[in-house]
């Protein structure tokens, strides 16, 4: 399987239109790729706040109809990134696009771990509820976004669900990129499965970003890594791989928690 993750640099001189035309041309290169990965609110940039409510969009706006053309243009599967999605009954959401190589909509997946304590995105974006996982022809694909890769209850669940690659769409920040390595490798390893891991490069609002956009295997190894500016990583790797590894060293079938309701006493 041919990955390819585009790290993309937010600038804030760039508008919001400029940038979807840019990213979209990005995403047509990649033809010949199985997967194109985006980091999340590449529109805005992930701690523009003040943006979210001005550039938000309803599900089938300007972002999706650009990103469902390139991806049909590529022929790719594509996780568009997130953006911020206007509901017309409720809150905004940040929330995740996946197009197939025809350019529909195959899945959609709404933030569920909302960044800021209370402050800024926690408090501007309502939360998304539901665990989602897409089947692209080698593997199961499990989303998430950014702040979810600290809460490790979400990965079992989606590798409950069937995921083995676990997409992780984000804007993280420089100061804390020891984290981002970190945190994506233990996903790897406790869940055995692929973590293709995609963020931002640039400055968000004052805020620099971390970059380093990564691919790990089930062993937690780091298959490629992307440096700190805009850049697209493109990684083969086997979704084989998984199954295998999940054989040799069967760790998930060990699990005693979360499985059964506890005894009474």
């Given at each position: 399987?041919?990955?390819?993750?585009?790290q993309i640099a937010v600038n804030e001189d760039e508008?919001?239109?400029?940038?979807?035309?840019?990213?979209?041309?990005?995403?047509?290169?990649?033809?010949?790729?199985?997967?194109?990965?985006?980091?999340?609110?590449?529109?805005?940039?992930?701690?523009?706040?003040?943006?979210?409510?001005?550039?938000?969009?309803?599900?089938?706006?300007?972002?999706?109809?650009?990103?469902?053309?390139?991806?049909?243009?590529?022929?790719?599967?594509?996780?568009?990134?997130?953006?911020?999605?206007?509901?017309?009954?409720?809150?905004?959401?940040?929330?995740?696009?996946?197009?197939?190589?025809?350019?529909?909509?195959?899945?959609?997946?709404?933030?569920?771990?909302?960044?800021?304590?209370?402050?800024?995105?926690?408090?501007?974006?309502?939360?998304?509820?539901?665990?989602?996982?897409?089947?692209?022809?080698?593997?199961?694909?499990?989303?998430?976004?950014?702040?979810?890769?600290?809460?490790?209850?979400?990965?079992?669940?989606?590798?409950?669900?069937?995921?083995?690659?676990?997409?992780?769409?984000?804007?993280?920040?420089?100061?804390?990129?020891?984290?981002?390595?970190?945190?994506?490798?233990?996903?790897?390893?406790?869940?055995?499965?692929?973590?293709?891991?995609?963020?931002?490069?640039?400055?968000?609002?004052?805020?620099?970003?971390?970059?380093?956009?990564?691919?790990?295997?089930?062993?937690?190894?780091?298959?490629a890594q992307a440096g700190a500016g805009e850049e697209?990583l493109t990684v083969e790797f086997d979704p084989g791989?998984?199954?295998?590894?999940?054989?040799?060293?069967?760790?998930?079938?060990?699990?005693?928690?979360?499985?059964?309701?506890?005894?009474?006493?």
């Open positions: 399987m041919r990955a390819s993750v585009i508008s919001v239109e400029a940038r979807r035309r840019r990213v979209a041309a990005m995403v047509r290169e990649q033809a010949g790729a199985d997967l194109v990965v985006l980091p999340e609110l590449w529109t805005t940039g992930a701690f523009a706040y003040e943006e979210f409510g001005r550039e938000a969009e309803p599900l089938e706006g300007p972002t999706y109809e650009t990103m469902a053309k390139a991806a049909s243009d590529a022929g790719v599967w594509l996780h568009a990134g997130s953006i911020p999605e206007r509901d017309p009954d409720g809150p905004l959401y940040n929330t995740s696009l996946v197009f197939s190589p025809s350019g529909d909509l195959a899945a959609a997946y709404r933030k569920i771990h909302r960044f800021g304590f209370d402050k800024g995105e926690a408090v501007l974006m309502g939360a998304g509820t539901e665990l989602v996982t897409v089947r692209v022809p080698a593997t199961t694909l499990g989303l998430s976004t950014c702040y979810d890769l600290r809460f490790p209850e979400l990965f079992r669940g989606l590798v409950d669900a069937g995921a083995e690659t676990l997409v992780v769409s984000a804007g993280w920040p420089e100061r804390r990129r020891s984290h981002w390595t970190l945190l994506a490798q233990a996903r790897a390893v406790e869940n055995q499965a692929f973590v293709v891991a995609c963020g931002t490069a640039g400055t968000h609002a004052g805020v620099p970003q971390a970059g380093h956009s990564f691919v790990v295997d089930p062993w937690g190894e780091v298959l697209v791989k998984v199954a295998t590894t999940r054989e040799q060293f069967p760790a998930l079938k060990d699990r005693m928690l979360g499985l059964r309701p506890p005894r009474r006493p």
